[in-house]
């Protein structure tokens, strides 16, 4: 049996790289035989990012909503919230302990931060709070609590996993053999999403398009992606065009073809975007029908998530008991 992970930060209303990186490749993973599912909402890792308690809340709802309105079956997979598990915190701490520092100064959003401080003249930690520069331990803890094979995510992630590995791997050589090193599933043809303006499509860069906005919101967004100036009947190029990376992530092998070809034949940009438009409503527009009725019915979110939590503890509260004998505390019974 495979352990399939993967988790979601609830800092914002899930986009259209969230789908592709995350929900749609898990919704499949999770209809799979042997295969075991867990999904959560990571909300721990939303205070690293906002300091806004209802927003906070807001985005947990609109994630866990939109994972059931794709098609996930809480009775099925284990669907549960970060901090609804108190030992993922305690673990963090375990691992804190057998992690170098010198691995966490590598890690890509630390040393955003510190460069861009440093590049600006200014102190390069100015800002930066403990709770950015222990991400990736957080992140080691979520996986190897539920000692996950495949962790499905969005290139922007794999350094993430690369790290529980290493921490995974430091743990094993202090302690024994007790954590299994994951490993990050990667969609082929979704690579990262570009957003809006063509570069990635991020919460932070405020270039995103919302999984279930509204169709007549969808297609104004669309028409606002970058293009270049080339005019009706000039070849396109489909290298580094956002709206090709987009159409490609929810077509067919065939209709990235077909579309490839319309580029060379110097389709107009507006052509094109109406096709992306088409394409993109077909698959959504179903599952945003439901979406709009379980975000009206947040008790039976609530539901669902409780149930997932009681799953995961039943995973987690064991594993924990055996991980504190194997480091030297005393077990809680
Ligand atoms: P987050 O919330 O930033 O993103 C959630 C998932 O969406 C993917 N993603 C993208 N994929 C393709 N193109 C894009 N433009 C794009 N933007 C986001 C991300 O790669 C991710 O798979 N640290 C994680 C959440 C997390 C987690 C975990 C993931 C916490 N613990 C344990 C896996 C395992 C994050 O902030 O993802």
Redesign the pocket.
């Known amino acids: 049996i495979q352990r399939v992970?993967?988790?979601?930060?609830?800092?914002g209303t899930p986009?259209?790289?969230?789908?592709?990186?995350?929900?749609r490749p898990t919704v499949r993973a999770s209809r799979l035989a042997n295969v075991e599912s867990f999904y959560?909402l990571?909300d721990y890792?939303a205070l690293i990012?906002t300091g806004e308690p209802a927003r906070v809340q807001r985005s947990t709802l609109e994630i866990a909503a939109t994972w059931l309105a794709c098609g996930l079956d809480p009775e099925k997979v284990t669907f549960y919230r970060?901090s609804d598990i108190p030992e993922i915190p305690e673990l963090t701490w375990l691992l804190t302990c057998v992690t170098g520092k010198g691995l966490l100064n590598r890690a890509h959003a630390y040393k955003a931060s510190v460069d861009k401080n440093a590049a600006a003249g200014m102190d390069p930690d100015h800002g930066v709070t403990a709770g950015l520069f222990m991400?990736p331990v957080?992140?080691a803890a979520?996986?190897l609590m539920f000692n996950?094979h495949q962790?499905?995510?969005?290139?922007?992630?794999i350094q993430?996993?690369e790290m529980?590995r290493d921490i995974a791997a430091s743990f094993n050589h202090v302690y024994g053999e007790h954590f299994t090193l994951p490993e990050a599933a990667i969609e082929a043809n979704?690579?990262?999403?570009?957003?809006l303006d063509g570069r990635?499509?991020?919460?932070s860069y405020d270039n995103t398009i919302p999984l279930f906005t509204p169709r007549n919101q969808l297609r104004k967004l669309i028409m606002g992606i970058v293009t270049d100036s080339r005019t009706p009947g000039q070849p396109k190029d489909t290298e580094g065009s956002a709206l090709f990376q987009l159409y490609q992530?929810f077509a067919s092998a065939e209709e990235t073809t077909a579309f490839a070809q319309q580029y060379r034949e110097g389709i107009a940009w507006g052509d094109a975007k109406e096709q992306l438009f088409e394409r993109l409503d077909r698959e959504i527009a179903p599952m945003r029908t439901v979406y709009d009725e379980l975000i009206q019915n947040p008790a039976s979110i609530e539901r669902s998530l409780k149930m997932g939590a009681e799953k995961a503890r039943a995973v987690a509260t064991p594993f924990t008991a055996r991980l504190r004998n194997a480091v030297g505390l005393r077990s809680l019974s």
């Not at 986009?15 to 929900?23: I, P």
């Not at 990635?200 to 919460?203: E, N």
């Open positions: 992970l993967t988790g979601i930060t609830t800092s986009h259209l790289g969230n789908y592709a990186g995350a929900v959560f990571a890792h990012k970060q991400y957080l992140m979520d996986i996950a962790v499905p995510v969005g290139r922007d992630q993430h996993i529980a979704v690579a990262t999403l570009p957003g990635k499509m991020s919460k992530a």
